[in-house]
C-alpha cells in the first residue's frame, strides 16, 4: 500500500514539474539524468479516532523535502489503523519510512 501511494504521488510531481516544454529524444544516460531519491522519512501527527482510525494529520518533517513523500505518508495514513487503548482523540506523532527497491 505504501508504494501505491509513493507512486500516485511521484507521478503527481511530474505532471505537475513543468513537463509541458519541449519533449527531448536524446538518449537517457548517466550524464543526463537525475537520480530521485529512493529513500525518505516522514514524521506525521494525527489525532486518534475511536475506531483506531488517523484523522487530521499533518507532516511534521519529511526528509528529503519536496520530492512527494510527505504526500504519500498522508495517504498512507488515510488507511491507517491503530490500536486506540483509551487514546481517543489524543494526538499521536510517527515516522513512515520509504525504502524503495530496484
Same mark, same amino acid.
Given at each position: 500500500?505504501? %508504494? ?9 510531481? *511530474?505532471? =505537475?514539474?513543468?513537463? $509541458?516544454? *519541449?519533449?527531448?529524444? $536524446?538518449?537517457?544516460?548517466? @550524464?543526463? =539524468? +537525475? $537520480?530521485?531519491?529512493?529513500?525518505? @522519512?516522514?514524521?506525521? @501527527? /494525527? ?7 488517523? =484523522?487530521? /494529520?499533518? +507532516?511534521?518533517?519529511? =526528509?528529503?523535502?519536496? #520530492?512527494? &513523500?510527505? #504526500?504519500?505518508?498522508?495517504?498512507? *495514513? ?8 483509551? $487514546?481517543?482523540? #489524543?494526538? +499521536? %506523532? &510517527?515516522? +513512515?519510512? &520509504?525504502?524503495?527497491?530496484?
Amino acid at each position: 500500500m505504501m %508504494r501505491i501511494g509513493l507512486c500516485l504521488a511521484l507521478v503527481g510531481l *511530474a505532471l =505537475t514539474a513543468g513537463c $509541458a516544454g *519541449a519533449v527531448s529524444n $536524446a538518449p537517457l544516460s548517466a @550524464e543526463n =539524468t +537525475v $537520480a530521485a531519491p529512493r529513500n525518505g @522519512e516522514v514524521v506525521l @501527527e /494525527c489525532r486518534l479516532a475511536s475506531d483506531g482510525g488517523l =484523522t487530521a /494529520c499533518l +507532516v511534521v518533517s519529511e =526528509t528529503p523535502e519536496g #520530492q512527494g &513523500f510527505g #504526500q504519500a505518508a498522508l495517504g498512507v *495514513a488515510k488507511n491507517a489503523k491503530m490500536k486506540p487503548g483509551g $487514546a481517543e482523540g #489524543q494526538r +499521536v %506523532r &510517527f515516522a +513512515v519510512r &520509504f525504502r524503495l527497491s530496484d
